[in-house]
């Protein structure tokens, strides 16, 4: 593996932010936070050896947003009060030793929520069952359960809830910037997908009002984050549907990429399961380039098996400025410095997510 690409290895500004080069890491949920939602020593170790190893920017697994029906796992972190957000100082401190960049993802599960210690009922757009089964490695167990359609006070409180993590999260607990987690599936997604949003109200009917509590989300989140960056990871996959595609194709990516542009976020965060490939039957162009050609401007980041340098350069010519690593960065949490020195790749072990997706002593010592 020879990815030596010069300008992956060059600086990048994301809005006030100098991040030292242009690999990230993705985000990966864990499930190895205290039961009541704090940040442990094992995560702050885990999350220091990416920035060690050469990373410009870390950024968090989904972090749970409130206290009613945001979290999605049992053992996920949570930013809904001070003593969550100061768990996280241990976190950002040691990738900040490391002069490494960190962003907090911000999360709200919604139907797909498989562990919630707040309360066993689930809420979405519309009480329609969510695909597939529940993640075993998450600690999950057969169907997902119907939800319950969110008032507006439940989507006014989700929003809140939103608000209140990000400033958190820049305030007290040290991150540099926010991502809105929008994608795979979870309940900003859920709003999104024409399948699992069957409300006649503001919040359904044609894309550009599903696309609308996203943007209050944003809206909510550049307020409370102050001068912090704020992005929004985008997909058309979830994690109980991988193949699902936008009902309306190239259309729905204008509408969707230009409302966040319109909205000011300062990066989009695009993720497909291979993401130099063709967004669209009868398109050629990948996800990536869709969100170039609709939100000129933006920062955008890429993720999506993309450690082959082949499929880098692509996602890189199609107009992603950073590129998100996932499972190749827990095989290779030194990857930045293994293309600087030119080293080879370590192959992934699946068994780093099995039985449970928790962090492994093994891991640590890497």
Do not use: C
Not at 57 to 74: N, P
Not at 81 to 97: G, I, N
Not at 307 to 331: F, P, S, T, W
Request: aromatic share 8%.
């Amino acid at each position: 593996m020879n990815h030596s690409t010069p300008s992956i290895l060059t600086p990048y500004d994301i809005k006030h932010l100098t991040v030292r080069n242009r690999l990230a890491v993705a985000p990966m949920t864990r499930v190895s936070a205290t039961q009541t939602g704090e940040a442990t020593d094992a995560m702050a170790r885990y999350y220091e050896r990416f920035a060690k190893g050469g990373f410009g920017l870390v950024i968090t697994e989904g972090i749970y947003t409130d206290q009613r029906f945001s979290q999605g796992y049992a053992f996920q972190p949570g930013l809904t009060d001070t003593e969550q957000a100061l768990a996280w100082r241990s976190v950002t401190d040691r990738v900040h030793a490391q002069e490494a960049v960190v962003f907090a993802q911000l999360m709200h599960a919604g139907a797909l929520s498989q562990g919630n210690r707040f309360t066993r009922q689930t809420a979405a757009p519309s009480a329609t069952r969510p695909k597939g089964e529940q993640m075993a490695f998450y600690y999950g167990e057969g169907q997902y359960p119907v939800p319950v359609a969110m008032t507006d006070e439940d989507i006014a409180d989700a929003i809140a809830g939103f608000a209140q993590a990000a400033k958190y999260s820049v305030m007290e607990a040290g991150f540099d910037g926010v991502e809105i987690h929008g994608a795979n599936g979870y309940l900003l997604d859920q709003f999104l997908t024409d399948y699992t949003n069957h409300r006649n109200d503001r919040w359904g009917g044609s894309t550009q009002q599903r696309v609308g509590l996203i943007l209050e989300v944003i809206k909510a989140v550049r307020e409370a984050a102050g001068a912090a960056p704020v992005g929004v990871r985008i997909s058309q996959g979830k994690v109980n549907d991988f193949a699902h595609n936008w009902v309306n194709g190239e259309h729905d990516a204008e509408v969707i990429f230009g409302s966040l542009k319109d909205a000011g976020v300062d990066y989009i965060h695009v993720t497909e399961f291979e993401a130099w490939q063709p967004a669209f039957a009868g398109n050629t162009k990948s996800l990536a380039a869709l969100a170039r050609r609709h939100a000129p401007g933006v920062v955008l980041i890429a993720n999506g098996a993309l450690h082959h340098q082949q499929h880098a350069n692509a996602v890189r010519a199609d107009g992603a400025d950073i590129l998100a690593i996932g499972k190749a960065a827990l095989a290779n949490p030194d990857y930045p410095n293994r293309l600087v020195e030119g080293r080879p790749l370590a192959a992934f072990d699946t068994s780093l997510l099995g039985p449970i997706a928790n962090i492994k002593e093994s891991e640590l010592a890497l």
